[in-house]
């Protein structure tokens, strides 16, 4: 079945720097990346999704990249603020198929004021 | 809102007990998700349901089980309970399905049990 690493599991960073989170996957079969956001306590929200068909994508701050080759994709978030601090996972599934998301380990992001 | 609903919101018992929680899907879903989380913990799949089936299982332990209503609804039995097993219960649901088009691969999660076990 399909085995989602993430790194790091914890970035600190200044308000204002830039911040990656890089997943790797095992399945080349998935075809949907998401990352969802948790902050404390709460639920898990999607931030941001990329499929299989596209390299690249942007939603003002924040970015995904998509190697398939390497089977790897990694989130940008660019100008950091402190509302960015959360939990945030990545996952992989087969979208089309209705897909269970399995979820990497999860990176703790705090950013510094 | 993401319009899953999960009760109860927060449980306690004791080792040995049985609970069961609660999840209403999205108007329209038929895929409901059940993902463990623990303290410091990742989202571990459990098990999915699709539209009353069973359609994919996880690392759920034997003492656990699940099930799929007509109305779609689900529910995930604990028996047996121990102290590992207090961790943050999410139900998550989605349009899921065969059916090209038809779903976007999003899931949208409901606020969770937290189920603590003494």
């Known amino acids: 079945g399909e085995n989602v690493e993430q790194h790091p599991s914890t970035l600190s960073v200044q308000e204002g720097d830039s911040a990656v989170i890089k997943c790797t996957y095992s399945?080349?079969?998935?075809?949907?990346f998401p990352w969802y956001k948790q902050e404390l306590g709460k639920r898990p929200q999607l931030i941001i999704d990329?499929?299989?068909?596209?390299g690249e994508k942007k939603d003002q701050r924040i970015a995904v990249t998509l190697n398939k080759t390497a089977k790897h994709f990694s989130l940008h978030i660019t100008e950091t603020q402190p509302e960015d601090s959360a939990v945030y996972f990545c996952a992989a599934s087969l979208y089309n198929q209705g897909g269970k998301l399995i979820f990497g380990q999860g990176t703790e992001l705090s950013v510094k004021p | 809102d993401s319009g899953v609903t999960q009760t109860p919101k927060h449980l306690i018992t004791a080792t040995g007990q049985r609970v069961t929680l609660r999840c209403s899907p999205r108007s329209g879903d038929l895929s409901v998700y059940w993902y463990q989380q623990s303290l410091d913990q990742g989202l571990q799949f459990l098990i999915q349901?699709?539209?009353?089936?069973?359609?994919a299982k996880g690392n759920i332990l034997e003492r656990f089980s699940a099930q799929q209503f007509p109305d779609l609804h689900s529910e995930l039995n604990l028996s047996s309970l121990e102290l590992g097993d207090s961790a943050l219960y999410f139900c998550a649901s989605s349009v899921g399905g065969m059916v090209q088009g038809a779903s976007t691969g999003e899931l949208f999660f409901g606020e969770g049990s937290r189920l603590t076990v003494l």
């Open positions: 349901y699709y539209n009353g089936e069973e359609r």
């Open positions: 399945d080349s079969a998935s075809n949907y």
């Open positions: 990329i499929r299989s068909n596209v």
